[in-house]
């Protein structure tokens, strides 16, 4: 049971160049999430979904781009990197009421 | 979405019992309080969840006052391994308006030997 995957763990990236983050759950959970987490900071919600076909913004959702075709994916792009957008983006899926989010472990991205 | 306040950071010793408290004065009817634990370099993780009273695991406690616009983490007898960052969300109710799951700053614990 693998929980919540991310891919990949680390990566660099030169500026204005793109890349896709992608997160896997098999837990057939509806909600998936997307949240950037810089150093010493709390995590800041970018995206998120609420089923297979929708995507909505979060806090800081600008610069970033998102598609769920399918449940069990949620897909994390950039198209033009920049500097401020190194950071350790987690992944979370959820079930939904009552039940607890599970987070992956997350990716590294250094953009210079 | 109710926001949540704690403490930024708190310092306790081996052996202690450590209450971490949580203020949402504006949680709605149906939101729940849940409290994550993360380590440096890894994903949060879930601790309790509880909606009303007090909620007990093999981990940690959970107290919820009637009014529920605060609610109390309670570690007992913690380790260094407790050191950590601990958030308190609410919502996650299910309702299409509380499936944003909002993390506030969380509170630096640190424990000694």
């Known amino acids: 049971n693998a929980g919540v995957t991310q891919t990949p763990k680390f990566r660099v990236l030169k500026t204005g160049q793109s890349m896709t983050l992608l997160c896997a759950q098999d837990?057939?959970?509806?909600?998936m999430y997307w949240y950037r987490q810089d150093p010493g900071m709390g995590l800041r919600l970018i995206h998120y979904?609420?089923?297979?076909?929708?995507?909505a913004k979060g806090e800081v959702p600008d610069g970033y781009n998102v598609s769920r075709l399918k449940k069990q994916n949620f897909l994390l792009g950039l198209e033009s990197a920049a500097p401020s957008q190194t950071s350790v983006y987690f992944c979370?899926?959820?079930?939904?009421?009552?039940?607890?989010?599970?987070f992956g472990q997350g990716t590294r991205l250094t953009v210079v | 979405l109710a926001k949540t306040t704690q403490p930024i950071s708190m310092d306790s010793y081996e052996g202690q019992e450590v209450n971490i408290t949580c203020s949402h004065n504006?949680?709605?009817?149906?939101?729940?309080i849940t409290w994550y634990q993360q380590f440096p370099s890894q994903g949060p993780r879930f601790i309790i969840q509880?909606?009303?009273t007090k909620v007990t695991n093999e981990v940690a406690s959970l107290f919820i006052p009637a009014d529920r616009k605060s609610s109390t983490l309670s570690l007992p007898r913690v380790s260094l391994s407790d050191t950590a960052v601990y958030y308190c969300?609410?919502?996650?109710?299910?309702?299409?308006?509380?499936?944003?799951?909002?993390f506030g700053s969380g509170t630096r614990l640190s424990i000694r030997p």
């Open positions: 509880g909606y009303k």
């Open positions: 837990m057939n959970h509806e909600y």
């Open positions: 979370a899926s959820w079930g939904g009421e009552n039940t607890e989010a599970f």
């Open positions: 504006n949680i709605a009817t149906n939101d729940y």
């Open positions: 969300l609410v919502g996650l109710s299910g309702y299409s308006s509380a499936s944003k799951i909002i």
């Open positions: 979904s609420v089923g297979e076909g929708t995507t």
